[in-house]
């Protein structure tokens, strides 16, 4: 490996060499965080859509609550 990335610095404009190396560098640190991301979003989302659960069983409870209570009954 370390042979390699000479060949590269030898054969290449001191600059170029440069500009792969660090454009390899930064593919390396996207691929090693992609996992994360995914997973992070993946958690994200499910935390979202159980808030959403939670709200709409809260709205349905509170229109269910606010039903019984304008229910009028006979009154003596």
């Known amino acids: 490996m370390e042979a390699y990335f000479e060949q590269i610095f ?3 404009p001191f600059g170029l060499g440069i500009a792969i190396f660090v454009f390899l560098g930064i593919l390396l640190i996207i691929w090693l965080l992609l ?3 995914v997973l992070f ?3 994200n989302t499910g935390k979202i859509r159980d808030e959403i659960r939670r709200l709409a069983d809260q709205i349905e409870k509170r229109g269910s609550d606010e039903k019984e209570r304008y229910v009028s009954g006979p009154k003596d």
């Open 41 to 43: 979003i993946q958690w």
């Open 10 to 12: 030898k054969e290449l």
């Open 35 to 37: 996992p994360l991301w």
